[in-house]
């Protein structure tokens, strides 16, 4: 499972009336994806910025998941899709970080209910990746142990130039 390569192909279709840079048949969206280190069910740290925002031009009813194999096909980062779920990516895997930890999305900064594949995007919309160490646990809740800000929340860019973890407790 180490060093393991996989090719991967992104069929793109494209309609020639669209190629021409029709406005009505392309949105714009922008992407950002935050990782984390592998620490194990220890706790989290802070995340690392992966891909720091980016816009990008996609076919009108592409979906989040059309946008993520772009970008990381794009960015040449490893990544594994298996059963409808970005599982792997660049070598952070679901449950590194404990029984609970994988890959998150959100859009415009609230977490769907569908699948990547499932959530077809409109022009503005923004995605974000990030790995959570507990998806049971809601995010920027009080945890109920410490009543602290969980180490769960969304990331968010900090004045430093890094990605904070808990805006409200630098």
């Not at 620490?39 to 802070?46: D, L, V």
């Not at 993520?68 to 096909?73: G, P, S």
């Not at 415009?108 to 995605?127: F, H, K, Q, R």
Request: contains cysteine; negative net charge.
């Amino acid at each position: 499972s180490g060093d393991e390569k996989s090719d991967y192909t992104l069929l793109i279709k494209v309609d020639k009336e669209a190629e021409g840079g029709s406005s009505s048949r392309q949105i714009r969206v922008r992407f950002e994806l935050f990782g984390d280190s592998k620490h194990g069910s220890s706790n989290h740290k802070s995340y690392s910025t992966w891909v720091k925002q980016e816009s990008f031009n996609v076919p009108r009813g592409s979906t989040v998941k059309y946008v993520t194999e772009k970008v990381l096909l794009e960015k040449k980062m490893d990544f594994v899709y298996e059963n409808g779920y970005f599982s792997k990516i660049r070598g952070l895997a679901e449950l590194d970080n404990g029984k609970y930890s994988g890959w998150r999305y959100s859009v415009n900064g609230d977490d769907p209910e569908v699948g990547c594949a499932d959530y077809v995007l409109d022009s503005n919309n923004e995605i974000t990746w990030y790995f959570t160490d507990d998806y049971t646990e809601p995010y920027g809740e009080p945890d109920d142990d410490n009543n602290n800000s969980n180490s769960n929340s969304r990331p968010s860019i900090s004045t430093g130039g890094g990605v904070n973890r808990n805006p409200s407790n630098p």
